[in-house]
């Protein structure tokens, strides 16, 4: 007998949670911290989720608070107040990326128009940045580009840089907060990218295969180090949940990478996020790969790495953020994976804490761009090996790492 594709009639048990829920800390506990850590407004999401009564009326909330948002900003820009039209449009793409997202099917329609709505307003935030943020999209293969946003530091002369990889459903858009970046402000680049099987290539029908990844991380790589701006020897890698898996493969096949971060742990195997975890995830993640048979695409993620087996080929310094309640990755799969880490390894692991970990997240970003800069400027001890668990009410800077 063959399976029901994707669990689908556990859809009302989603739609159950969502009318029990204010917001979608019910889905993902702790996520609205993180949501207010990358530029969402609690006015903007208390307008979202009032209007929301099911899976099916969430994108059309997003989208159509990010049109108000966006009539907004052309309002305040026709007005010539250039600083809150730039803030406007910022809300406004991050509102059209949440819309777009929950469509996971080429070439729907709405899907469409919210990504044009994602880049329209994101390209006016980056032309009224003074010229402190870039886009570009380097081909990494034939008829096949990777797109990112480039986010310079203040001041002159080559400073390290950080290329941050979002999770499988973030953009990257979401990912670099242009008015509050725990990296710019500490004089370290950014460049934020959307790889295949996310965001823009969706868009332009670049998926994800088994290790096009790599090589389009390298591609971001080889255009940033070229710049006058980035100290080719000081690049460091942070990835967010899905993300932290690709960041280790980048760090393991790229050696001009120093430094890797992780957090948001999903380095065990896909078993618990695709069979056992909301099927959201699966869905999202066969879009991401271009498959609509499920027995199809479980065949071809059994080409993706081990990544305990990639683990091997990490030699630089690697530090994971995580939460023991993570429902994606435990703790177990975790200790798996440092066990056969190539170079030192650093776990932060918070106790009572969720895949998002938007309860600690105003604790945890600062942390790590403070680790990644050490790191990048200082390097860490050979075979160094560090575990700090915070327990609840306590901080990471009680168990004085820098």
Known sequence: MPKPQLRADQ?????????LSDNEDVLHPGIMGTRLGRGFMMQDLTAVYTKVT??????????????????????AESKGRLVTARRLYHRAALHFGRAQHLVPVHRDPNKEDWYRGLYRNYDKLIELSGGMMEKVSPEFAPGHKVHAVFHKAPGDGPKPTVVIIPGMDALKEDVGNPFENDYTIRGMNICCMDGPGQGECNFNETWLTADNYTKAASAVIDWAAARDDVDADRIGVMGMSMGSRWGVQVGAADKRVKAVVGQMANVGTFDIIFEQAQPNFKRIFMYMTGYTDEDAFDAHMKTHDHLPDVAKQLTVPHLLVAGDMDELCTPQDIERFRGNLAGSSELWLYEGIFHPMGEVSAEIYPAMADWMLTTLNEGRPAGERVTAYIEEGTTIAEHEHG
Not at 56 to 75: D, I, V
């Open 11 to 19: 859809g009302w048990i989603f739609d159950n949670f969502l009318m």
């Open 54 to 75: 099911g899976r099916r009326s969430f994108p059309k909330a997003w989208a159509k608070r990010a049109a108000k948002l966006e009539t907004m900003a052309q309002e």
